[in-house]
């Protein structure tokens, strides 16, 4: 059968905006790409695609009728290998998953019950064995205590150099650690879906190797508008670190170096919105008192 893939054009344009000639090409060559998956691993799609920041995902059926997604990404630093995968196209960064609910994620379930979700999925993978080629976090540690100082003056973030100066410390300090795990990287609530196997699975690894106390940030940046105030924001790292079972000094020190790195880069490329801005502040302050 014909595959039509129809692009979101708002992925289009966040892929083209981010990544010039080379993503509009990889645009161009995708609707050809999945059609071909299709025929290759016999699926028939079931609807339009879905897409996040860098990938997109078709609902599919495959030959003995059981759903399926056929994900395909832009080849990058950030994404990693997602398991159980049904098949696989290393080639085209393109995979066969098992199809979860899109419709219901955790952000629709109370902050306090999401995080006992989450936590209780992260203690599974940490302890899962490393594979091999999955990037060190003491690598990505390193990169941004050159990349952060160097950076600094060109940003003119918000914060005095002395906050600089502590997240460099950090990066030193706790990006050599031995004690090293599988790390998801970007497990927030809207990267938690309702599914069949369990009530609740990971998806779109961003994949380290490294200290668990790496993952607290997405959970303190996400779901940013429920704060009623600073102390929330310690609340909500107290429950993570309590779910997750993990320090709570760890997780605040790296959370603030995710916070700065965050807000420099965004400063430096121009992408960062006034909204944003605002979120690099509320965090920063509450991790620092």
Excluded at 190 to 213: F, Q, S, T, Y
Aim: charged share 30%; hydrophobic share 45%; glycine share 6%.
């Amino acid at each position: 059968m014909t595959v039509r893939l129809e692009i979101p054009p708002a992925f289009a344009a966040d892929v083209a905006d981010r990544n010039g000639g080379a993503g509009r090409a990889w645009l161009r060559r995708l609707p050809d790409r999945v059609a071909s998956l299709c025929d290759d691993w016999e699926l028939v799609p079931e609807g339009p695609c879905w897409w996040g920041y860098c990938a997109i995902a078709l609902p599919v059926r495959r030959a003995d009728d059981s759903p399926a997604v056929v994900k395909v990404s832009w080849r990058g630093p950030d994404q990693a290998s997602e398991a159980p995968t049904l098949d696989h196209d290393p080639e085209h960064w393109a995979l066969l998953l098992e199809r979860l609910d899109e419709g219901r994620d955790l952000t629709s379930v109370p902050v306090g019950a999401a995080l006992e979700v989450i936590g209780s999925l992260l203690r599974r993978l940490h302890r899962a064995a490393v594979p091999a080629g999955v990037p060190s976090l003491t690598a990505t540690a390193d990169r941004w205590a050159e990349e952060i100082p160097a950076r600094w003056s060109a940003a003119e973030p918000p914060w005095p150099g002395r906050i600089r100066d502590e997240v460099v410390a950090t990066c030193r300090d706790l990006g050599g650690d031995s004690t090293s795990r599988l790390l998801h990287a970007d497990l927030h609530f809207e990267n938690v879906l309702a599914a069949e196997r369990e009530p609740w699975l990971a998806i779109d690894p961003k994949g380290l190797a490294g200290d668990p106390a790496f993952e607290a940030w997405p959970v303190l940046w996400n779901r940013f508008e429920e704060y009623a105030g600073l102390r929330d924001v310690r609340r909500r790292l107290e429950a993570w670190c309590k779910g997750a079972g993990v320090d709570r000094d760890r997780a605040r020190a790296w959370a603030r170096v995710r916070t700065v790195e965050d807000a420099v880069d965004r400063l430096v490329t121009a992408s960062e919105p006034e909204r944003d801005v605002g979120v690099h502040r509320y965090l920063i302050d509450a991790l620092s008192t």
